[in-house]
């Protein structure tokens, strides 16, 4: 089942902070952050494994709360480079060799003016 | 260092025309995946090859097929397009776990049928 992310978009200045949210209704044992700029690949930011794992990159931070199956990424003083599509996804099995197997959200917008 | 490489970029087909979308990867990868993507949406993953010689089917595996010809090239066919399948089409491929996390993209193939 695809995980729910919230808000579905956010508009925000330069030097602002944004909260996303990732939420499933299965049991979650690693969640994984991607942005995507239009018209581009996805990209990898970062996985979250379970532990309640805080991952970092740049000023982009998330956690993961895998009893209330839930993750959220936090933007810290975004910039202008921060705008994009993000999406957070959840693996579709447990294990195997093939990790790469998930189940996306719907995506948040995140729109940075100046 | 290419990454992952997918053939055509853009392509207009009419319903009922097949074709083949190509992805080579130059990162000695095992498992490689496609997925599709339309407006709004998440990613879904179409279909999947753990290694060589291995295809599974993902969540939208109906109209599509797949062949692994060999570690490096996974492509995805339509034998008979129908314009529910205009979609960004993605190819990706993650090395072992346990080297890392990261799913690389390709640069996506944008069709449209008509």
């Known amino acids: 089942q695809q995980p729910v992310q919230s808000p579905q978009a956010v508009i925000l200045r330069e030097g602002e902070d944004a909260v996303i949210n990732c939420s499933s209704s299965k049991a979650l044992y690693s969640v994984h952050w991607y942005r995507q700029k239009h018209g581009e690949a996805p990209v990898f930011l970062m996985i979250l494994l379970k532990g309640g794992e805080q991952k970092g990159h740049e000023k982009i931070s998330a956690s993961f709360n895998e009893k209330k199956q839930q993750s959220s990424l936090y933007l810290t003083a975004s910039q202008l480079s921060y705008s994009g599509t993000y999406f957070c996804?959840?693996?579709?099995?447990?294990?195997?060799?093939?990790?790469?197997?998930?189940?996306f959200g719907q995506g948040t917008i995140l729109t940075v003016h100046p | 260092n290419a990454g992952v490489t997918q053939t055509p970029k853009f392509q207009v087909l009419k319903t009922g025309q097949s074709m083949t979308l190509q992805c080579a990867q130059d990162?000695?990868?095992?498992?490689m995946y496609w997925y599709r993507q339309d407006p709004g949406m998440g990613l879904r993953l179409i279909y999947y090859s753990a290694s060589e010689g291995t295809t599974d089917k993902g969540e939208v595996p109906n109209g599509y097929n797949v062949s692994r010809l060999n570690k490096r090239e996974f492509s995805l066919r339509l034998e008979s397009a129908a314009p529910s399948q205009t979609s960004v089409y993605f190819c990706a491929s993650t090395p072992p776990r346990i080297t890392g996390n990261t799913i690389y993209f390709g640069e996506g193939s944008w069709l449209t049928v008509v």
């Open positions: 990162m000695n990868h095992n498992s």
């Open positions: 996804g959840t693996p579709r099995d447990a294990g195997g060799t093939s990790y790469g197997k998930l189940t």
